[in-house]
T-cell receptor, first 110, second 112 residues
Framework: ELKVEQNPLFLSMQEGKNYTIYCNYS?????LYWYRQDPGKSLESLFV?????AVKQEGRLMASLDTKARLSTLHITAAVHDLSATYFC??????????FGAGTRLTVKP | NAGVTQTPKFQVLKTGQSMTLQCAQDMNHEYMSWYRQDPGMGLRLIHY???????DQGEVPNGYNVSRSTTEDFPLRLLSAAPSQTSVYFCASRPRYFGAQHFGDGTRLSIL
């Protein structure tokens, strides 16, 4: 059975610091998605990673994908309070359904 | 741009009642999915569809039915509501090959 594991599940950061969220998955897949969810809201798509070695950046967030290691990372640079949210990774399976990690709840403190 | 529209936004049911959660998308996406989100857990896939007339089960399909008669609509039916089905339900759609998955605003369902 496909497992998608994120760590850490909870992350408290100081503004201005850097940190990385990890997403490991247990099956072959070359499509990895990152989403952001604010409390009480829906999910917002951040990145779609479509191949091994893919790297995408938007503002202070950068995502990468290593399909051989079955690992994706979401790197946060110089965190600001507005980045406080829950971040999910999701893997597209060979059956074309999408499986999510449990989420990383990020809190950025002044 | 409507995107993915879910109705209702909130619903309270009694145990044993049935109901249908509606989902419609206007982006001509082939793939549509239903997820439930429970506290402390990620989204779990209930059912999904790769096109009109085609549906398949996800991780947690028991107690739910779906149908896909058109590309635009993908309703989720609760057959006989149970307290364990209290959750937030999200509908989503995406293109067949590439591109992001778009989510509706969610339906907050409580079963007493």
């Amino acid at each position: 059975e496909l497992k998608v594991e994120q760590n850490p599940l909870f992350l408290s950061m100081q503004e201005g610091k850097n940190y990385t969220i990890y997403c490991n998955y247990s099956t072959t897949s070359d499509r990895l998605y990152w989403y952001r969810q604010d409390p009480g809201k829906s999910l917002e798509s951040l990145f779609v990673l479509l191949s091994n070695g893919a790297v995408k950046q938007e503002g202070r967030l950068m995502a990468s994908l290593d399909t051989k290691a079955r690992l994706s990372t979401l790197h946060i640079t110089a965190a600001v309070h507005d980045l406080s949210a829950t971040y999910f990774c999701a893997v597209l399976t060979n059956n074309n359904d999408m499986r999510f990690g449990a989420g990383t709840r990020l809190t950025v403190k002044p | 741009n409507a995107g993915v529209t879910q109705t209702p936004k909130f619903q309270v049911l009694k145990t044993g009642q049935s109901m249908t959660l509606q989902c419609a998308q206007d982006m001509n996406h082939e793939y549509m999915s239903w997820y439930r989100q429970d506290p402390g857990m990620g989204l779990r896939l209930i059912h999904y569809s790769v096109g009109a007339g085609i549906t398949d089960q996800g991780e947690v399909p028991n107690g739910y039915n779906v149908s896909r008669s058109t590309t635009e609509d993908f309703p989720l039916r609760l057959l006989s509501a149970a307290p364990s089905q209290t959750s937030v339900y999200f509908c989503a759609s995406r293109p067949r090959y590439f591109g992001a998955q778009h989510f509706g605003d969610g339906t907050r369902l409580s079963i007493l």
